[in-house]
């Protein structure tokens, strides 16, 4: 296993976490460093991604390094029963960097396991999606000033939403309160909550998305109901629309707020919304080329200060 692999959040640091920010506001000064030169980064989407797979291989391009894989898997031999663990080993073979997304929880921990080139988890099943904390991470230091004691207010599927997993577990190191607004079939995972009472953060579940929490949030994290994780097309039809997010309900929120999602988006977030300041989630997305490309020199031991040229 190489060290400088990404799979969970829970693998970084306080400090290694700040550092990260750091290297993302310093790539968002100067995003062009051709830093990369001669290295080759595989991106392997074994599930469908537009922005996470996209900002990867843009911050490849940026720093001038070169990109190959698939975002298709039914174009690769595993279509013909190739295992995960051949095709990782095989990959190894012509890169310097794996930056994977997978259906299966743990796919990236295994991936890790099999090679010494370093993997970056581009999301595992409902588990973990580090690289979009990070990003979450920039974004909530960015328009609040400070990581330290928010309110955060996560709504919709918190059941199989990886990002809201991954995001809960890093924020343990800020001081949050954190709001959970969900249906009972797809609440915060007891596990999490478990976490949360381990590390002493404040935590109160609402089956109802009222005004008050949204009055009392500094960060609304609202997600998609995720139709692909369900077995049972019945049981998303009965939750699918739950929670909808409209214009009008920013009214009297803080003016501090800012509405994140870590899309894509169906329908919890009305059209209106964004053209309110509050909305954020865009430019949220575009903060994932900066915080991906301070990960990708993390994973390969680059020192962007000694490197970069500015
Ligand atoms: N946020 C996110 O993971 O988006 P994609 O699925 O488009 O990569």
């Known amino acids: 296993m190489n060290s400088n692999s990404l799979v969970s959040i829970d693998d970084i640091s306080r400090d290694e976490i700040l550092d990260l920010i750091e290297r993302a506001r310093f790539f968002e000064e100067h995003p062009d460093q051709k830093i990369l030169d001669g290295k080759v980064v595989a991106t392997l989407f074994f599930e469908p991604s537009t922005r996470t797979r996209l900002s990867f291989e843009t911050a490849v391009n940026r720093l001038g390094g070169r990109v190959i894989g698939f975002s298709d898997a039914s174009t690769t031999s595993s279509s013909k029963g190739e295992t995960l663990k051949d095709t990782i080993k095989m990959v190894s073979n012509y890169v310097d960097l794996i930056i994977m997304r997978h259906y299966l929880e743990g796919a990236a921990r295994y991936a890790t396991e099999v090679t010494d080139v370093p993997v970056i988890n581009a999301g595992d099943g409902a588990n973990q999606h580090p690289s979009q904390t990070m990003l979450d991470l920039y974004s909530i230091s960015k328009t609040q000033g400070k990581l330290n004691d928010l309110t955060i207010t996560m709504v919709g599927d918190l059941k199989y939403g990886r990002t809201v997993h991954s995001l809960l577990m890093a924020l343990r190191y800020f001081n949050p309160t954190f709001h959970f607004v969900a249906c009972d079939e797809l609440k915060m995972p007891k596990e999490y909550k478990d976490f949360c009472d381990a590390n002493g953060l404040k935590y109160y579940e609402h089956t109802e998305f009222s005004q008050d929490v949204i009055n009392a949030s500094d960060i609304l994290y609202m997600t998609r109901v995720q139709r692909e994780r369900f077995t049972d097309i019945m049981e998303y039809e009965k939750v699918k629309n739950l929670y909808n997010l409209h214009a009008s309900m920013l009214a009297d929120a803080k003016p501090n707020l800012r509405v994140l999602h870590p899309l894509p988006r169906v329908n919890e977030i009305a059209q209106d919304v964004d053209d309110d300041p509050k909305a954020y ?30």
Do not use: M
Not at 281 to 310: H, M, P, S, T, W
């Open 281 to 310: 989630y865009f430019e949220q997305a575009r903060n994932g080329l900066y915080a991906r490309q301070a990960i990708i020199c993390k994973a390969l031991g680059i020192d962007i200060y000694k490197e970069a040229k500015v």
